[in-house]
T-cell receptor, first 113, second 111 residues
Framework: EADIYQTPRYLVIGTGKKITLECSQT?????MYWYQQDPGMELHLIHY???????EKGDLSSESTVSRIRTEHFPLTLESARPSHTSQYLC????????????FGSGTRLTVV | RKEVEQDPGPFNVPEGATVAFNCTYS??????FFWYRQDCRKEPKLLMS???SGNEDGRFTAQLNRASQYISLLIRDSKLSDSATYLC????????????FGAGTRLTVKP
């Protein structure tokens, strides 16, 4: 049973639209992450948060933004979607301890036409 | 140089084969190590943690060599269902306990 939820699971949207990808976790984890992954390619970190009101950009430059107003919620927003944003977006969360791994959501597969 | 490097793959093996994946990491301060499994178009899922003394979980054996900064995953008696991408992951306090993922090694087990 998933403790981290992403919606929508699939999204097809037109160029120029504003979209928000939702991610929520029920585990009380302080740390949350957004990754972008193209098919067959490696994960790229685009945003992360260490707690409420904490957000940072990741290794991969992204035109998206994030917010962390509540511990359990970490939405990602694209103000103006473009075809280059077509990808899978994966959300993850973790405790801030060395021996604890990440739990990933099922992902949102975004297609911008 | 990437922080975590894995065998490029892909590995194509017959059912029943034994296959080993290797991974090296650059940060000697890395403290925690994991193997994740990712099926096609799915999210990564934790396969197993890697302990200093090595550990086994059924057909899977993980080894860690801190001196050489090297991690391995051995799969014995491969099953068709083992076909997936295997991600090597390290974690360290210097990087705020954030995970660093390898690019992954793709395994295909054939009948």
């Amino acid at each position: 049973e998933a403790d981290i939820y992403q919606t929508p699971r699939y999204l097809v949207i037109g160029t120029g639209k504003k979209i928000t990808l939702e991610c929520s976790q029920t585990m009380g984890h302080d740390k949350m992450y957004w990754y972008q992954q193209d098919p067959g390619m490696e994960l790229h970190l685009i945003h992360y948060s260490y707690g409420v009101n904490s957000t940072e950009k990741g290794d991969l430059s992204s035109e998206s933004t994030v917010s962390r107003i509540r511990t359990e919620h970490f939405p990602l927003t694209l103000e103006s979607a473009r075809p280059s944003h077509t990808s899978q977006y994966l959300c993850a969360s973790s405790r801030d301890t060395a021996n604890y791994g990440y739990t990933f959501g099922s992902g949102t597969r975004l297609t911008v036409v | 140089r990437k922080e975590v490097e894995q065998d490029p793959g892909p590995f194509n093996v017959p059912e029943g084969a034994t296959v080993a994946f290797n991974c090296t990491y650059s940060n000697s301060a890395s403290q925690s190590f994991f193997w994740y499994r990712q099926d096609c178009r799915k999210e990564p899922k934790l396969l197993m943690s890697v302990y200093s003394s090595g550990n086994e979980d059924g057909r899977f054996t993980a080894q860690l060599n801190r001196a050489s900064q090297y991690i391995s995953l051995l799969i014995r008696d491969s099953k068709l269902s083992d076909s997936a991408t295997y991600l090597c992951v390290v974690k360290d306090v210097i990087n705020n306990n954030d995970m660093r993922f390898g690019a992954g090694t793709r395994l295909t087990v054939k009948p």
